[in-house]
Nanobody, 123 residues
């Protein structure tokens, strides 16, 4: 499964951005999808995840209330809406997917990864 993400760029503090992630040649039916980010020198961290069954979502405290992950009705695209961006949100962002399963999202537990896209938030 090839994941194609779009979005990112240079924004100012308080701005919003929306990422899109699509699976080449297929839908996300039966997959859990998550967005991760990585700051140079730090571990990759999850910023939002959506479970296939029931559309349950997960966010870490660092982005809760500012980021929203969602999926379109046809399950072709997963979005990450990021509001009120802060300089500490500057990172490379990745879309990732796993065949739906029980258990928390983990870095090693994703089956497919898209290429990263850089977000820079200036103060």
């Amino acid at each position: 499964v090839q994941l194609q993400a779009s979005g990112g760029g240079l924004v100012q503090t308080g701005d919003s951005l929306r990422f899109s992630c699509a699976a080449s040649g297929r839908t996300f039916r039966g997959y859990d999808v998550a967005w991760y980010r990585q700051i140079p020198g730090k571990e990759r961290e999850i910023v939002g995840g959506i479970i296939w069954y029931g559309d349950t979502t997960y966010y870490p405290d660092s982005v809760k209330g500012r980021f929203t992950i969602s999926r379109d009705g046809a399950a072709t695209t997963v979005y990450l809406q990021m509001n009120d961006l802060k300089p500490e949100d500057t990172a490379v962002y990745f879309c990732a997917a796993r065949i739906t399963r029980a258990g928390a999202f983990t870095n090693n537990g994703m089956d497919y990864w898209g290429k990263g896209t850089l977000v820079t938030v200036s103060s």
